[in-house]
């Protein structure tokens, strides 16, 4: 059973910066693509960022957010981490941990979501 944990939300300050975590197994963390989506409320969940399998560290963020964000992997932690800075309120969604086989930025490429971590940005 695959498991992520996302953890880090809350509020935050437009301008200001947040850091969103997500912790799976060794066998999930090693063996798949691990990512982030996200969910504005009243709108498609939409592709953020992800990153491939702990050997090779290839990163693709959303082309709109890849100025503001960074994705990167621990692998003593098993966890991948999303920073994210010069927040925007439009940036207020449910983020949810994805991971899959593919390294892709479609939804349908990722077998395995977290729950979601509510993010919400204040102007």
């Known amino acids: 059973q695959v498991q992520l944990v996302e953890s880090g939300g809350g509020l935050a300050q437009a301008g200001g910066s947040l850091r969103l975590s997500c912790t799976a197994s060794?066998?999930?963390?090693?063996?798949?693509?691990m990512g982030w989506f996200r969910q504005a409320p009243g709108k498609e969940r939409e592709f953020v960022g992800a990153?491939?399998?702990?050997?090779?560290?290839?990163?693709r963020i959303a082309d709109s957010m890849k100025y503001r964000l960074s994705i990167s992997r621990d692998v003593t932690k098993n966890t991948v981490t999303l920073q994210m800075n010069s927040l925007k309120p439009e940036d207020t969604a449910v983020y949810y941990c994805?991971?899959?086989?593919?390294?892709?930025?479609?939804?349908?490429?990722?077998?395995?979501w977290g729950q979601g971590t509510q993010v919400t940005v204040s102007s």
């Open positions: 994805v991971a899959g086989s593919r390294l892709g930025r479609e939804q349908h490429e990722y077998e395995y």
């Open positions: 060794e066998h999930t963390f090693s063996n798949y693509n």
């Open positions: 990153i491939s399998s702990r050997y090779t560290g290839v990163t």
